[in-house]
Nanobody
Framework: VQLQASGGGLVQSGGSLALSCAAS????????MAWFRQAPGKEREFVAG????????YYADSVKGRFTISRDNAKNTVALQMNSLKPEDTALYYC?????????????????WGQGTLVTVSS
């Protein structure tokens, strides 16, 4: 299984970025997908998750209303649209997959991880 995240970069506060994660080696439509992030010196935290069909989406309170998670089961991809970015959104962003029905917010409950893509928001 491989998860390849991309789309990170440097953006000014208030700007937008779109992250993408391409999955291979798994039956993508049977995996919950999620984005986590980890800032320097902090623990990895849940950002957003999406159910198998995309009908259920879940967000951390800190990003609700600013970030949108979506998936394309035909292309085996999951995306994270990030708007109104803040300096506190600066982190390494990871995509993760879980072969369960329920979206989980605990990192240890995920089976596979991508390599991370860096998002830096300047003030």
């Amino acid at each position: 299984v491989q998860l390849q995240a991309s789309g990170g970069g440097l953006v000014q506060s208030g700007g937008s970025l779109a992250l993408s994660c391409a999955a291979s080696g798994l039956t993508f439509s049977r995996y919950v997908m999620a984005w986590f992030r980890q800032a320097p010196g902090k623990e990895r935290e849940f950002v957003a998750g999406i159910s198998w069909t995309g009908g259920g989406t879940y967000y951390a309170d800190s990003v609700k209303g600013r970030f949108t998670i979506s998936r394309d089961n035909a292309k085996n991809t999951v995306a994270l649209q990030m708007n109104s970015l803040k300096p506190e959104d600066t982190a390494l962003y990871y995509c993760a997959s879980r072969k369960q029905v329920v979206v989980a917010t605990t990192p240890t409950l995920y089976d596979y991880w991508g390599q991370g893509t860096l998002v830096t928001v300047s003030s």
